[in-house]
């Protein structure tokens, strides 16, 4: 599966666009995370924590991207987006969308 999040693939034309394919998930961080990030944001530093979370969260969204776009009969994704946000005081969303289509 083809996946990128621009509008075309070099050197492959789009025979047919299926639909639009979405994911989301949401993952929950605990409190030593938290406790750790809250200390980093005070002294200063990246978060490992969080980012680790964020890098499984956007890993389990392709994957479900994926699965919706073969259910379809997709040979790839176009024109994916990538959005985060803050669910509450300690929870995390990854949310994704594409097109699905067929490559000629």
Same mark, same amino acid.
């Given at each position: 599966? &083809?996946? #990128?999040?621009?509008?075309? +693939? ?6 047919r666009y299926l639909d639009v394919v979405?994911?989301? /998930? +949401?993952? %929950?961080?605990? &409190?030593?995370?938290?406790? #750790?990030? %809250?200390?980093? !944001? =005070? *002294? ?9 979370? &964020?890098?499984? /969260?956007? /890993? ?7 699965? %919706?776009?073969?259910? $379809?009969?997709?040979?790839? =994704?176009?024109? &994916?987006d990538v959005d985060y946000e803050t669910?509450?005081? !300690?929870? $995390?969303? *990854?949310?994704?969308?594409? #097109?699905?289509?067929?490559? /000629?």
């Amino acid at each position: 599966m &083809i996946v #990128t999040t621009g509008p075309s +693939i070099e050197g492959r034309t789009v025979a047919r666009y299926l639909d639009v394919v979405s994911a989301q /998930a +949401i993952m %929950g961080v605990n &409190i030593g995370k938290d406790l #750790t990030a %809250g200390l980093r !944001n =005070i *002294v200063g530093g990246r978060s490992k924590s969080y980012e680790g979370e &964020i890098a499984k /969260a956007v /890993a389990e969204v392709m994957d479900e991207l994926k699965v %919706g776009a073969e259910a $379809l009969g997709a040979d790839a =994704i176009v024109s &994916i987006d990538v959005d985060y946000e803050t669910v509450g005081s !300690n929870m $995390l969303m *990854v949310a994704a969308s594409g #097109t699905a289509v067929k490559l /000629a």
